[in-house]
Structure formats: structure tokens, C-alpha cells
């Protein structure tokens, strides 16, 4: 079973402070999303690798920044930290090309007060 | 072009009953739509998923109907249960580069009332 792993089910951090969230996957996928869920937008894409040190912005990348220096890791990285970034964040793996299941992980709920 | 629209937004349904969600997509070129299951404090899991070249497919009580020309297609749970209770997505991607990402719908919400 392909199994993606966040580092944390629970965050409660303060306003202006730098998030590191984490998440890693088994199943040597070359592709990597961090999604954000909030009630009634759904799933929005922040940003997603297909790479090792490749990126690219998804929907919603302000305020975020990533990292992938491993094929198996990628870290969601929030600057300074706004309430407004307060919401669940979801990581997720994929094979490379399209046409491919995304497995999720349990997701990170991130409170920012 | 890249939105999903996904309705109802939430659903209420009798055990036993049949639970239908709409989704509806604008880009043709999308090729892959699958459907994912979430169920609280847990991540989307995927449920069932269809390629345009199919009118339908089914697995157990969970069926997907695709409609090409219209650009919709809808999950129908047949013999609903409180255990289908959960939040589903509908989403679509494309052979777009080398990415797979996926494009989700906003989510609708079902209870099943036993």
C-alpha cells in the first residue's frame, strides 16, 4: 500500500512565525502536491513537484513556499505564518503523467492565532 | 476552463437509498476523473475512477456515469449506509507536460440517515 506520511495531525502556531509542515511517501512517486482544504473550496493547489528541486505554483501559491531535496520528501513551507492560512493541508503523491491516482495523506490542521 | 463544479454541496439520504453527486468540467482535455472518499480527520482516499473512452463503470454499490458530450459525470451510491457517511470529491486531470495534477470540485458532504 502506497502509504504518505505528515509529520503532524495538529499545529497551533502564532502569527509572523515560519511553518515548516512535512510529508513523506513510500512508493517512490515522482510526483508531489500540497493541497489546502477549507469548507466549500474543495481541494486548492498550492503547489506541486514532479522532481527532485523541481516546483511549480498551483492555484493558490501565495504566502507558501516548498522544498523537494529528496525524491521521497516535500516540505510546505509558510513564510510568516497569517491567520488567514489557518486550514487543513493535505499532502498527496502521484506516479509521473497524467491520467494517475493521487494517494493523500492524513493532513495537517494548521491553527494560526 | 480548469474548474470542477460539484453539486449539491450537501446531501441527506435514507439507508437504503440512492445518493447522487453532479459533477460538471469545462476543459475536453481533461482524460481522468476519478472520485475520492473522506471521511473526518482522515485524508481523501480514492473510491473509483473513469477515462472518457467508458459511459459508465461500476464497483459494488459505487457507479460513475459520464456523459462526454455534455462534460458531466456523477457518482451514484446505490443502498446507501451510515458507514458512506463522508465527504466526496469529484476531480479531473490532464496529460498536461509530465505533471498529473489534479483538479478538485468543492465537495459534498452525505449523510446517510439509518
Redo the contacts between chains.
Keep these: 500500500d502506497v502509504k504518505?506520511t505528515q509529520s503532524s495531525r495538529y499545529l497551533v502556531k502564532r502569527t509572523g512565525e515560519k511553518v515548516f509542515l512535512e510529508c513523506v511517501q513510500d512508493m517512490d512517486h515522482e510526483?508531489m502536491?500540497w493541497?489546502r482544504q477549507d469548507p466549500?473550496?474543495?481541494?486548492?493547489?498550492i503547489y506541486?513537484s514532479?522532481d527532485v528541486k523541481m516546483k511549480?505554483k498551483?492555484?493558490i501559491p501565495e504566502g507558501y513556499s516548498v522544498s523537494r531535496e529528496k525524491k521521497e520528501r516535500f516540505s510546505l513551507i509558510l513564510e510568516s505564518a497569517s491567520t488567514n492560512q489557518t486550514s487543513m493541508y493535505?499532502c498527496?503523491s502521484?506516479?509521473?503523467?497524467?491520467?494517475?491516482?493521487?494517494?493523500?495523506?492524513?493532513?495537517t490542521r494548521l491553527t494560526v492565532v | 476552463q480548469q474548474q470542477v463544479k460539484q453539486s449539491p454541496q450537501s446531501l441527506i439520504v435514507q439507508k437504503g437509498g440512492i445518493s447522487i453527486i453532479n459533477c460538471a468540467y469545462e476543459n475536453t482535455a481533461f482524460d481522468y476523473f476519478p472520485w475520492y472518499q473522506q471521511f473526518p480527520g482522515k485524508g481523501p482516499a480514492l473510491l473509483i475512477a473513469i477515462r472518457p473512452d467508458v459511459s459508465e463503470k461500476k464497483e459494488g454499490r459505487f457507479t460513475i456515469s459520464f456523459n462526454k458530450s455534455a462534460k458531466q459525470f456523477s457518482l451514484h451510491i446505490m443502498d446507501s449506509q451510515p458507514g458512506d457517511s463522508a465527504t466526496y470529491f469529484c476531480a479531473a486531470s490532464r496529460r498536461e507536460g509530465n505533471t498529473g495534477k489534479l483538479i478538485f470540485g468543492q465537495g459534498t458532504t452525505l449523510q446517510v440517515k439509518p
Design positions: 504518505v510526483n502536491f493541497y466549500g473550496l474543495g481541494l486548492r493547489l506541486f514532479y511549480e498551483g492555484d493535505l498527496a502521484s506516479l509521473l503523467g497524467g491520467s494517475r491516482p493521487a494517494f493523500f495523506g492524513q493532513g
